[in-house]
């Protein structure tokens, strides 16, 4: 009873997990259903063949007649061309199909994936994620096609064929029944066998490829520290598990197909052992016996490949279940119900008793209280590692707070449509990220309806023009990957040109003239001063001559707020972190 309903399970959980992928298979379901239709013509041809041969070997050997059977061989050649023309067309069909649902499935996790919050993508890393995200779609879906076929191709086959086989003999095909359901005996509990060692081939699958990312990525550090042979290393280390897996997993799995070949031997042995008594009683004609055997031979041969077939079936299952389990999850940081839209101009931002933390044991920032009026500037200063980035990093909900509320306009930003908010902010970052393209494409970012004029605006604003006039191709120069063909200093002024043509009412700047020389700083600094007119600014800068104008200036030390106030009531103040800090950079 047990047994019964572990199988049950089993065969459910193979159930459960083709019905999810259901949905993805119905704007195509008309060609997926003829590709399955197909495989029972295909599949019952076997048969056909098979079955001839009785006929064949009581006319021909046994009776001598020639004539009498001079159109089988003809039907066997027909038979087979048609079966063959069958196959072609089902493979393609099964192959658009499939490559469709892939396609679908990659869009819809892609989609997924860019809807997530900054701290999922804190948590993984860029193998992890290309291995979830698309290594397992493949392996999901040309598991699904590949199989699917064949195994309804095998089915059906089966199902004609042991109706052969009963037709020959009864007797034969009760044996030859028994030991195929001894055969396929091995393939129980095989999920549970390879179930963890499938957890671990991903997770060092996704390793090696954060390897080929890093060695991408970090290809200077890598050089200058003659880091070579350790990353190789490493490397070696990676491989050495995924071998040790996949050699675990054929140690749990590889016997299947071997004893199957073996149960299925002494299938073959006992009919032929049996069968020959049969025909010398003569309750069996010899055309019967070969008839029988050969459409044994074809009932065993996929059987006996069954073993290797069925693992890279429940390989595929498991992708299928890591991809639903992907999609089934949702971020964190998403509209909530009655989301309402920012109007145009916003009045005030304001930060109530906010505490965050990225992680639970640890509060990054705690208790900040700051209201920051709409067209004024507030200027963050303090430590490294104070807090400056998390606080602007909260605003545009990069992350949502543990304790107390921020609110632009009186509305909390958690109740704020998220894509409003976000067009309603820009930022550049301390490290900005560009992508492979042109100079303008990242100006733009996508923008439709721009007009030259905003571009060279944008340029012109961000200081960009020198550099870009130099340039063979000007905008259009293609910057490489990260933005590796351009300097520090012009991705920065890159990504100030990015907020100059958001823009937004709200700007923030996280240290945006760090990579700049004086002259250029000075120069970016009237742009940024051009900038932040009827704006609302949030500013964080390490060079203090850059904060002086501001109409508010904090100081962060150590996740709170120490000091607030404006320039000259700071550096007033006797003992005060800001006046230090200033008389310091002064000297
Ligand atoms: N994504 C993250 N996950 C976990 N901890 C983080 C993350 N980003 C920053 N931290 C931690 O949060 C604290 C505040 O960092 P933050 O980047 O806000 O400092 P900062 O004031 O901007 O410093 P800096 O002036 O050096 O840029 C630091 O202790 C930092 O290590
Ligand atoms: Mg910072």
New binding site residues.
Partial sequence: MLKIMKNKLASSYVIQNYKKILPFVKPYWVRAVIAMLITIPIGSMDALIALMLKPYMDIVLVEKSVEATVYIPILIIVFSLFQSSLNYLATYLNTWVGRKIANDVKIKLFDKLMSYE?SFF?KRNSGEIQYRFNNDVDTACNGLIANLKKFATRIFSSIALICVLLYNSWQLAIIALIVMFCALYPLKNIRKRIKDIMKKTVFSGAKVMTHFNEAFSGNRVITSYNLKNYQSKKFKETLQTVFTLGIKMVQRTGLMSPIMHFIISIGIALVIWYGSYLIASGEITPGNFVSFLAALLMLYTPIKALGNDFNSVMMSLMAIERIFKLLEDSPSIKNSENAVKLDENITSIEYQNVSFG??KSTL?LKNINIKIDAGTTVALV??????????ASLLPRFYDIDEGKITIDGKNIKDIDLYSLREHIAVVF?DNFLFSGTIKENIILGRENVSQEEIDLAVKSACLEEFISELEDGLDSQIGERGVLISGGQKQRIAIARAFLKNAPVVILD?ATSALDNKSEAVVQQAIDNLMKNRTVIV?A?RLSTVRNADKIVV?NYGQIAEIGTHDELVEKANGIYASLYKAQLR
């Fill in positions: 900054a804190d990225y992680s990054s303090g430590n490294s590692g104070g807090g400056k980035s998390t606080f301390q240290e964080i390490h962060i």
